[in-house]
């Protein structure tokens, strides 16, 4: 099993470990645009940014596929028990090492926990206290999915 997510740079877990919230929504590609841009520009602008660390999906469709009740659980489990290793983890779900393992490849990936490498053990992290999903229903989001006939 090859995991290809990047390893964090200490400095980043530690700015991760600082931070108790992670918010998840649902942004169009556009909106997000315009906000790493509008976030660029404040850089440049020397203004300081204090941002909660958020992730977008593009439709709820994709955040309810990837945050699925299973996967809520693993992430409730890895927060409460702190497993040593991904093996561990999949015992602690009671449920296959393979598959606990994708989807933990998959969160990382997403920033939603990170690894700490002990020599050939992958702990996996849960950096957040609270997850909050926030769901706007504006018919500007791009998201049709859910809109009434």
Known sequence: MNDTTPPLHPMEREQLRAETTLIVTVKSADEFHDDVTDGIEGLEEGDAVEAT?????????????????????????IRQEEPAS?????????RDVKNVHEELSRLAQLGIIFFEEDGQRKRPIVWFDELLITLPFDPASGDTAAAAP
């Open 53 to 77: 660390p958020t992730i977008s999906f593009t439709s709820y469709d994709d955040l309810m596929a990837t945050l699925t009740p299973r996967v809520l659980d693993l992430i409730e489990a």
């Open 86 to 94: 991904i093996n561990e983890t999949a015992r602690v779900v009671d």
